[in-house]
């Protein structure tokens, strides 16, 4: 009978430990936003695999399978960007396996990227008690990346100096590729800096809006059309706030960040 009773008291418990691990969460989509001016705040980080995914899975959930289809990274840019490279781990696992979720979504169109942010204001619209009344989210425009960059006086990067590193103690600001000066020739060190391609967002120090990423990672389309703030790819003359590159196509180099604009408080 005791014995009985311990094997029901096992039973309703992994029940509710089940039912426990399988409740929703409630995620507060503003809750990584930082106020740059008035009414107008960014996120503190590049929308990541698990962020995007999240979008694809409702997306399937309410049947809307064409945008699905149209919205899904274009994961074979991995080997066709880089013909020369063992790449095909990263199509098949970058965007999908759990061990990149917080990485930063790449090879998404910039109409991928602006159905996202139309999909995260429809969600914040519906939440119960958002903190704001109404709010748009969307991609910058160039301008307003720049001012989100937020450089020193007199310089052109968030941080002081024009290295990719803090000289005095050797810390990396960024996720970009370094040029080996000791070899002969053009050769680059992608590791340098504990990173191959992309890297966990957050992982470097932020500017002093609190935003990270703005230089390097990935770097970030824009409403305008043009990408800023170079990538893991991008040596630290190629990010520097006041350059731009040209965005033609889906790219591993290449991610997003969102803004909200405030409608009403």
Same mark, same amino acid.
């Given at each position: 009978m005791k014995s009985r009773k311990i094997t029901v008291l096992f039973l309703a418990l992994s029940t509710l430990i089940v039912f426990s691990a399988s409740k929703p969460k409630k995620v507060k989509l503003d809750s990584n936003f930082k106020e740059v001016s008035h009414r107008f705040y960014a996120s503190a980080y590049e929308v990541t #695999?698990?962020?995007?995914?999240?979008y694809l899975s409702d997306l399937k959930q309410h049947n809307q399978l064409e945008e699905y289809q149209r919205n899904l990274p274009?994961?074979?840019?991995? +080997?066709k960007a880089f013909p020369n490279s063992f790449n095909?781990?990263?199509?098949?696992?970058y965007f999908w396996h759990p061990g990149f979720d917080q990485y930063p979504v790449v090879n998404v169109?910039? $109409?991928a990227a602006s159905d996202y942010c139309k999909w995260l204001t429809n969600k914040y619209d519906s939440q119960e008690k958002p903190k704001f009344k109404k709010v748009t989210f969307r991609l910058p425009t160039e301008q307003e990346w720049n001012k989100m960059a937020s450089v020193l006086p007199g310089h052109n990067l968030p941080w002081y100096g024009n290295f990719?590193?803090?000289? =005095?103690?050797?810390?990396?600001?960024?996720? +970009?590729?370094?040029?080996?000066?000791l070899s002969e020739g053009e050769n680059y060190d992608y590791t340098l800096d504990g990173a191959l391609t992309t890297m966990l967002v %957050? #992982?470097?120090?932020? =500017?002093?809006?609190?935003?990270?990423?703005?230089? %390097?990672? +990935?770097? $970030?389309?824009?409403?305008? %059309? +043009?990408?800023?703030g170079g990538s893991w790819f991008n040596t630290i003359e190629e990010c520097v706030v006041n350059k731009t590159q040209n965005f033609n196509a889906p790219d591993p180099r290449v991610g997003f960040r969102v803004v909200m604009m405030i409608e009403e408080f």
């Open positions: #695999n698990k962020e995007y995914r999240l274009d994961t074979a840019q991995w +080997v095909q781990p990263f199509c098949e696992k169109s910039k $109409e990719a590193y803090e000289p =005095n103690d050797n810390k990396f600001c960024a996720n +970009v590729k370094f040029e080996d000066k %957050g #992982n470097y120090k932020p =500017n002093k809006l609190g935003l990270y990423d703005i230089i %390097g990672n +990935v770097a $970030e389309l824009t409403s305008t %059309g +043009v990408i800023k």
